[in-house]
C-alpha cells in the first residue's frame, strides 16, 4: 500500500442523517455467536439443491456483498489499502452511491463541467438533486475545466459533491497536476472531489488518488470496462477513505457483485491477463493515433486536440454527411451534438484495427461539398 490513510475524514462531507444508518443486515453481514463450526447454512432461504444448469452449484448461494479475492486483487491493481476500496457494479453504481451518501434530495446540490459524461446528471436528478453545469473552456489545446469558476461555484452552491472527468468523456482531455493540487487545496474539505477515471489506462498519467493521503474528501472512480474490456462483468471500483467506504457500502444493495462476474475480474487480474490488458492498451493508443491522423487528413473533419482516452472526437463540416455515411457503411458511432459546445461533433471509439479500416473506407471520399446534398440543411 502507498497511499497512506493519515488524515481523518470530515463526517460532515457525508449526510447527516445517513451517520448512524447501518444499512441493510444480510444473511452474509449479520452472522454473530459463532461458537461451533457451522454445518448447516439454513440463514438466507437459498435454493437446498443446485439447478439443473448450476450442476456444480456455483452460484447457489447469495455471494460476498464485497469478494476479497476481488478485492484484494483491484488493491494490487490500484496499489491502495483494501480499505479504501469499495466493488460496484460499473462505475455507473459508484456515482449513485456518491450521490445518495451524500446530497440530501430535494435540497443539495452537485457540480459537473460540460462537455461531461451524462450519468452524473441522470443520477443526481433521479435522486431529486440539482446539478449546477461549470462550462470547460475550448483552447487550441483542447477543452479546459476552468477550475477558478468551477471552485466558486461550489463554493457559492455549497455543492456536496463535485465530478470531473479525467481524461474527460467526451472531451478527451486530462486535469492537469496542478488544476488537480489547486482543486483539493481549496475544496478538498468542503465537498467531496470525485474524479472519474475511466480512461486513466490510455493516458499513461498517474492516478488522482496519489493525493488521498492529504485530501480525504478525494474519491476517484476507475473500471474494468474500458482498458480491461470486461464492460458487461459490471464491475467498478471506488477509491476513498475507508470511512467513506464504510458509508458507500451500508448504502449499497445487498449483494451487488455477481459471483460469475467477481471470478472472471479475478481471472482477468491475474498478472498473465494484465500483461495481456497492457499490450493491448498499446495498441489502442497506437491505433487512437493513426484514427487521430486519417481523420485529420480528410476534408471538412477537424480533430479536437488531446485525446487522451481510447476515442476521437471530431468536428465536422457537415456531420449530417458523416454520419449518414458511417451509418451506410454499418458503422456505428456516437453522435455528440447535443452536447454544449460540440453542436457540430461525432465520437469514434478506438475499435480493432479492421473496424478502423472501416472508418477509413466510408469517409475517404468524404467531400462537404458534394456528397449528400438533400441532407445539408436538415
Ligand atoms: C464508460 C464510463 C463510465 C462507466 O463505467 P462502468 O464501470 O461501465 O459503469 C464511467 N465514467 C465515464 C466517464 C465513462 O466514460
Known sequence: MTAEIAVAFPPELVRADLHDFAGYSSARTSRSRATAPVRAWLNANEGAQPNLADPEAAVRRYPEPQPPALREALARLYDVDPAQLLVSRGSDEAIDLLIRATCRPGQDTIVQSSPTFGMY???????????????????????????????????????????????????????????????????????????????????????AFRHAGRHPGLVVLRTLSKAHALAAARIGVTLAHPELIRVLARVQAPYPIAQPAAELAVRALSPDALEHTRARVAQ??????????????????????GARANFVVVRCLDPDAVLDRLEESGVAVRDLRRHPGLSDAVRISVGHPGEIDLVEAALRDLDPDHHHPEVRNR
Open 284 to 305: 489502442t493508443i497506437d491505433q487512437r493515433d493513426r484514427l487521430v491522423g486519417l481523420l485529420g487528413g480528410l476534408p471538412g473533419l477537424r480533430v479536437l486536440p
Open 121 to 207: 446528471a441522470v443520477c443526481a436528478r433521479l435522486h431529486g438533486v440539482a446539478v449546477v453545469d461549470v462550462p470547460q473552456q475550448e483552447t487550441d489545446a483542447g477543452f479546459v475545466i476552468d477550475v477558478d469558476a468551477v471552485a466558486a461555484q461550489v463554493q457559492r452552491t455549497g455543492a456536496r459533491a463535485l465530478f470531473l472527468t479525467s481524461p474527460g468523456n467526451p472531451t478527451g482531455s486530462l486535469l492537469s497536476p496542478t488544476q488537480l493540487q489547486d482543486l483539493l487545496e481549496r475544496l478538498g474539505t468542503e465537498v467531496l472531489v470525485v474524479i472519474d477515471e475511466a480512461y486513466l489506462e490510455f493516458a499513461a498519467v498517474d492516478s
